[in-house]
């Protein structure tokens, strides 16, 4: 559990605040049902797809605060503490996919929006 999505969920759900760094990194965040639907496609592709490198993302740079803000929302429990951890040296300020492939050759970009994914995820660890 020490992925943020996971652990800011465990975290809220049981009320208790999570420390975080400044939540300042860009990411890329994207559902995993948007990620099996176009691995399902370049599976099964008939295209000439050989050597060809296919990006699975959102394509929208998104903070890790906002994403952390979104779960705390959600979750109606617990708070961030932003500031309190460090940034890893050696972590990169942005990180998000370029889609370019995927949208030119299956016409694929994801269906679910941040705020429902993270809906979906938080529904699946109320379940567990």
């Known amino acids: 559990l020490d992925r943020l999505i996971p652990s800011a969920i465990n975290a809220f759900l049981k009320n208790k605040n999570l420390d975080c760094s400044s939540g300042m990194q860009v990411r890329d965040f994207v559902y995993i049902d948007d990620v099996l639907g176009l691995l399902i496609k370049i599976i099964f592709s008939k295209e000439k797809i050989n050597g060809k490198i296919f990006n699975i993302g959102s394509g929208k ?65 109320k379940k567990k």
């Not at 779960?71 to 998000?96: A, T």
């Open 61 to 125: 740079p998104t903070t890790v605060k906002k994403i952390i803000n979104e779960i705390s929302i959600q979750c109606k429990g617990g708070v961030p503490i932003f500031n309190k951890l460090s940034i890893r040296k050696d972590e990169p300020k942005k990180l998000y996919a370029d889609l370019t492939n995927s949208k030119i050759f299956f016409r694929w970009k994801p269906k679910i929006n941040i705020k429902d994914g993270i809906a979906k995820t938080i529904n699946f660890y």
